[in-house]
C-alpha cells in the first residue's frame, strides 16, 4: 500500500469514525479518488485490512440493516492517530515538483492540524516552489547542452514549472482564506460540514 493511500484512508477514518469500510468507499468516491489518487473501490477495502494488521485501526463491533451483511466498523487507535499526522505534515511540508497527488491529498485533512501550523507550511511551500522552479531552469540548460539528451525533455521541465507555479498562487490564495478565518483546524469549533458527516457515518 502506497504512503499516499495509508494517508487517505487514515485521514478518512479520522474524519468519519467509527465508520464502516462501505461508508468510506462510498465517501471517498465522491472525493473522485479513483481519478486523482488512483485509489480503486476495493483498495480501500485492502487498505483497511492492511491498516488493521499495521496496528493504526482497530474493529469496533458490526452493525447490519434489514437484509444486508453485517459491516465492520473500525475506529483509529492511538499509533494509528500518530501515523496519520505524521504522513499528513510529511505531506504539509514537502512540495513535489511532478505529483500534484499528494498536495490534493492535503487538502482534505489540513483540519487535522492547527491554523498556525497550516499557515507556517503554506508560507514554506512558497519558498520551496520558488527553489524548485530555479532548479527546474538548471535542468533545462543540462538539456541543452547534452549531445544525448533529446531537446524535448525540457518540455517535462517546462511542465512542471508551469504546474509549480500554479501550485505556488494557490497556496497564496488559500493561506489568504485560512487567515481570514475560513475553514475549522484543530482546536477551534468543529465546522457544520465536518459535523454532517460524522453524523452520515453514525
Do not use: C
Not at 473522485?32 to 469496533?60: C, F, M, T
Not at 487507535?77 to 513535489?96: A, D, Q, S
Not at 491529498?105 to 519558498?127: G, I, K
Amino acid at each position: 500500500m502506497s504512503s499516499l493511500t495509508r494517508l487517505i484512508v487514515l485521514g478518512a477514518v479520522h474524519q468519519f469514525q467509527p465508520v464502516h469500510g462501505y461508508f468510506l468507499r462510498r465517501e471517498l468516491m465522491t472525493w473522485h479518488v479513483d481519478e486523482w489518487a488512483n485509489i480503486q473501490p476495493g483498495s480501500i477495502y485492502n487498505a483497511l485490512r492492511s491498516l488493521k494488521q499495521d496496528g493504526y485501526v482497530a474493529e469496533n463491533g458490526t452493525e447490519s440493516a434489514g437484509k444486508r451483511p453485517e459491516r465492520t466498523i473500525y475506529q483509529m487507535t492511538p499509533e494509528g492517530e500518530v501515523e496519520f499526522l505524521r504522513l499528513l505534515r510529511l505531506t504539509l511540508w514537502t512540495v513535489e515538483t511532478f505529483d500534484t497527488k499528494p498536495v490534493m491529498a492535503l487538502t482534505s485533512f489540513m483540519f487535522a492540524l492547527s491554523r498556525d501550523e497550516v499557515l507556517a507550511a503554506l508560507a514554506h511551500r512558497v519558498t520551496e516552489i520558488d527553489a524548485k522552479i530555479v532548479s527546474n531552469g538548471f535542468h533545462i540548460e543540462d538539456v541543452a547542452r547534452s549531445t544525448t539528451t533529446p531537446l524535448y525533455v525540457r518540455e517535462i521541465f517546462e511542465l512542471a514549472t508551469a504546474r509549480l507555479r500554479g501550485e505556488q498562487q494557490w497556496a497564496r490564495d488559500l493561506s489568504e482564506r485560512v487567515r481570514a478565518g475560513e475553514y475549522s483546524f484543530a482546536g477551534e469549533p468543529e465546522s457544520d460540514r465536518a459535523r454532517s458527516a460524522r453524523s452520515l457515518s453514525e
